[in-house]
């Protein structure tokens, strides 16, 4: 069981997990509150419209969020080796987005990982280039968007920089304004009030 898990279950917190996924997952003897959804589904916490999506990734049931509160959407999409039309749709009108942003293709070509591991990296069930991030940005990304925030950059296999560069292009070749947050690997982001 995770970390996370464990301090779930020790505070009876509650884990949302999607039907296909709990499964998948060795929660331990002792074992969290798990609340399952199914994946493409719109569940509420709280004040909180929570809406599901399926997203092409190697894992059981990956998923990417949006949450939308007091008029205020935001978008988690990671986790993913493109974003399909299905996907887009369910960004529409986002305020804040939290996008994958994960290697740079020529530093994962000459990186550490075994060729096997590359592969899978990028293939369609891996994980966003800061190319196909881009490419998003340039013909996908809503104009309602207020802030993006590029994360889940590899620690091996991409630099901030590199990926803020291309990002930064991208925007200025859609003559797009809006905040730029690159969440670096190994530290804590800023807060956001939104």
């Not at 419209?49 to 998923?63: I, N």
């Not at 205020?72 to 749709?89: M, Q």
């Not at 590029?150 to 304004?177: C, D, K, V, Y």
Request: contains cysteine; charged residues 20%.
């Amino acid at each position: 069981m995770s970390g996370l898990a464990r301090i779930a279950a020790a505070l009876r917190i509650p884990i949302y997990v999607s039907r296909l996924t709990a499964p998948a997952i060795a929660w331990g003897e002792d074992p969290p509150e798990l609340r399952q959804f199914e994946a493409g589904r719109t569940l509420c916490i709280g004040d909180i419209e929570v809406s599901s999506f399926t997203v092409p990734h190697d894992a059981s049931d990956p998923v990417g969020f949006t949450l939308t509160a007091c008029g205020v959407k935001l978008g988690i999409l990671t986790d993913l080796g493109y974003i399909p039309e299905s996907v887009r749709f369910h960004l529409r009108g986002t305020h804040f987005l939290i996008l994958e942003s994960n290697h740079d293709l020529e530093m994962l070509k000459v990186g550490p990982y075994p060729w096997s591991v590359k592969q899978r990296v990028m293939g369609r069930r891996g994980h966003l280039s800061n190319d196909l991030a881009a490419e998003f940005i340039r013909d996908g990304l809503d104009p309602t968007t207020e802030t993006l925030v590029l994360g889940h950059l590899s620690e091996h296999n991409n630099h901030p920089e590199i990926a803020r560069m291309t990002a930064m292009q991208a925007l200025a070749e859609r003559a797009l304004r809006l905040r730029l947050v690159v969440a670096a690997p190994g530290r804590q982001s800023e807060l956001f009030e939104l």
